[in-house]
């Protein structure tokens, strides 16, 4: 709207004089100057071969436009620090190494700083700089995931070599292969008696970490974080490993970023620990976190020092925001306030929005669908069984289940028929009612037909056990 000839040869790169020609010739006589209607530009931009597509109104509440990196220019891109999460079975000495890196490598300018948990830090080492996302476990990792914050570069598998894979190990390697990050084997505990390094290098290989003398290409650092032997070799296998992925950003852009953690303090208001990916974030930026929104107020890092600016892969903790972001929430920086605000205002209403659409309950048929939306992190479940038995076999089968980061969340189990308090619980938590030889009360099937609460009822522990995992799936047949 309102492009003339002048605009459209500068698009084209031809004189204007041959645009107002070839219009001409197409039936339409103007001037350079005149404006041209939508068609004709259509008409005229086919006639070269191209074709036009009406410029969309810019959606300001769109967050994602912001992390579109692939159009910067390659000249912009400088080298940046590598973003590492520590993953492994529980005991296995995740939050050891944590600690006795973060020990052991601080700066000797921050060294008396006080240490404060903002969910992530930075070290240096031979003079390059290591970012650690201090949430261990894969739960917090899957969860930022799910919402959208893709933000470790590196997986460092902590596994102990007196105890060997186990069940959360798996799942750990799943969650760093469903990232797409490498994964670095940290044996761990390498100087306890029992310890059998050989034995976990041949478990790993069954899940494709095959180390390089082995003929594969996963690194394994045999360590003990305990006693920070050979830490500073991981970390040099960490810098390699970052050497090879050339991760890179733009320093000289506004920032954007994820939201690592967040809170409310009594007395600063909402504070939330940001990991910058794009740009530089500054005190006094307008930005939108997630469906929150304001100005960067303060900015301080892991050392509880005021800081200024903070570059791609620098952890920062912030106030200034009118509530409390999500972790795993996304954060731009706008033009200015006034935008953010409106931005910021807008996204809060959809997803008001949004959670009042979600009240119409939960079915096993809608549930892939609410998965999909990522409204959901956990399906809450009421188990109501014939025996104790069935109920816990029930239960336990039912928590075993995980599917994209959504998990099973027992809220009631009991034995005996399903009654109207379990209506009623299930109608506040929005859950789904199993019941395992055993029948709803009149009473109870009404209440549920009118509030239409899902109950499910099955006589085959497995039948029961598969229909949640299908739904879950979306794999579920629709029953007519
Ligand atoms: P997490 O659950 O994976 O975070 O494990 P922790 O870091 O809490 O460690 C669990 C236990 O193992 C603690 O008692 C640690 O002291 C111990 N531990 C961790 N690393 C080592 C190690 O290298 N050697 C020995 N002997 N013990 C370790």
Same mark, same amino acid.
């Given at each position: ?25 197409l039936?339409?006589?103007v001037?350079?100057?005149?404006s ?28 994602d ?30 939050t ?7 020990h ?19 070290v240096?080492?031979n ?9 261990p ?16 570069d590196i ?11 186990m ?16 994964i ?9 008696? &029992?310890? +059998? ?9 069954e ?22 032997k ?16 050339e991760?890179?950003? +733009? ?15 009594? &007395? ?10 794009q ?11 997630? +469906? ?8 301080? +890092?892991?050392?509880g020092?005021?800081?200024k ?5 620098t ?12 972790a ?15 931005? &910021? ?19 096993l048929?809608?549930?892939f ?6 409204q959901?992190?956990s ?12 109920v ?6 039912l ?14 189990k ?15 938590s929005?859950a789904?009612?199993?019941g ?6 009149p009473?109870?099937?009404n ?6 609460i899902?109950?499910?009822l099955?006589?085959v522990i ?7 995992e ?11």
């Open positions: 709207d309102g492009m003339n000839a002048q605009d459209l040869a500068k698009i084209l790169h031809r004189p204007a004089a041959e645009i107002v020609k070839k219009l001409f010739m039936g339409v006589m001037n350079q100057n005149q041209l209607e939508k068609d004709t530009i259509e008409i005229l931009a086919a006639d070269y071969g191209i074709e036009a597509k009406e410029k969309v109104q810019e959606d300001i509440t769109d967050l436009r912001f992390f579109d990196v692939d159009n910067e220019d390659e000249s912009h891109l400088v080298s940046r620090p590598p973003v590492v999460t520590v993953m492994g079975h529980v005991d296995h000495g995740k050891t190494l944590l600690d006795n890196i973060r052991s490598h601080i700066t000797a300018q921050e060294a008396g700083g006080i240490t404060q948990a903002i969910g992530a830090y930075q240096k080492y003079d390059q700089v290591i970012t650690f996302l201090d949430t476990g894969h739960a917090a990792f899957s969860e930022m995931r799910a919402r959208g914050a893709n933000i470790t997986t460092v598998l902590v596994v102990a070599a007196d105890d060997g894979v069940p959360q190990t798996i799942e750990a390697i799943n969650h760093a292969k469903a990232a797409k990050t490498p670095i084997v940290a044996v761990n505990k390498v100087d306890k008696p &029992g310890a +059998n390094p050989d034995h976990v290098t041949e478990q790993l290989t899940y494709g970490l095959i180390p390089e003398d082995w003929g594969g290409d996963t690194i394994f650092v045999k360590i003990s974080a305990k006693f920070g050979n830490i500073d070799e991981l970390l040099d296998m960490i810098l390699l490993q970052a050497e090879v992925m991760l890179k950003a +733009n320093p000289n852009r506004r920032a954007v970023g994820s939201v690592v953690e967040a809170r409310l303090d009594q &007395g600063r208001g909402p504070v939330a620990t940001l990991l910058v990916q740009g530089t974030l500054h005190v006094g930026d307008p930005i939108v976190v997630g +469906n929150t929104f304001g100005r960067v107020r303060t900015m301080t +890092n892991e050392n020092r005021r800081i600016e903070a570059t791609p892969s952890p920062v903790e912030i106030t200034g925001l009118n509530a409390v972001p999500e795993g929430d996304r954060f731009a920086v706008f033009e200015d306030e006034k935008t953010a605000r409106a931005a &910021g205002e807008e996204r809060a209403k959809r997803a008001q929005e949004e959670e009042r659409a979600r009240t119409s309950h939960v079915t048929d809608n549930l669908a609410t998965m999909k939306k990522g959901m992190k399906l809450p479940v009421i188990i109501k069984a014939d025996v104790q038995g069935s816990e076999a029930l239960a336990q089968s928590q075993k289940i995980k599917v994209d980061g959504v998990r099973v969340d027992i809220i009631h009991a034995v005996g028929a399903i009654n109207e308090s379990d209506v009623t619980l299930a109608e506040a929005n789904v009612i199993i395992f030889n055993v029948r709803p009360t009473n109870a099937k209440e549920a037909e009118t509030n239409r899902d109950i499910r099955h006589r497995y039948k029961a056990i598969e229909e949640v299908d739904a879950m799936k979306g794999m579920l047949e629709p029953v007519y």
